[in-house]
């Protein structure tokens, strides 16, 4: 931590995903066997004076994909290296009773080629996204 305001995080995560040749992950109309991917997240945090905090994070992804079209026996090998970054600003309730934050994902509208490892829980967004979120504490 550089100061008692300031916070600087990071962690870098490699995950290898195999699909079984017989049963691939159904992405229409390719069909995805392999993903490998590299993510390097660094997330700067400031405390600003009073209940209020900024969060800022750039993402660094590269990504590998063996992906087959069924029927056809053809496959492709795409690749993608590419950078998101992100903003949030939160505010505490008094007392403790939560929290609210707006933010941004995907900054600068960066348009990228990623496969997400779980098609029913997006990780990146693919344009630049808005949002809104309130967390109650009682």
Avoid at 9 to 25: I, K, M
Avoid at 76 to 104: C, M, N
């Amino acid at each position: 931590t550089p100061t008692d305001r300031l916070a600087l995080s990071t962690e870098f995560r490699v995950e290898a995903l195999d699909f079984d040749d017989d049963l691939p992950r159904p992405d229409e109309p390719w069909d995805t066997l392999e993903l490998d991917t590299v993510t390097l997240p660094v997330t700067l945090n400031y405390a600003l004076p009073g209940r209020g905090s900024i969060r800022a994070t750039a993402r660094w992804v590269n990504q590998e994909a063996r992906l087959v079209q069924l029927g056809l026996d053809e496959v492709r090998k795409p690749e993608d290296s590419f950078w998101t970054f992100d903003a949030e600003y939160a505010h505490r309730l008094p007392r403790r009773h939560g929290q609210i934050a707006a933010g941004v994902q995907n900054l600068f509208d960066e348009d990228f080629g990623y496969q997400e490892p779980d098609l029913n829980q997006a990780t990146l967004a693919r344009e630049r996204t808005l949002y809104l979120r309130l967390n109650l504490a009682f």
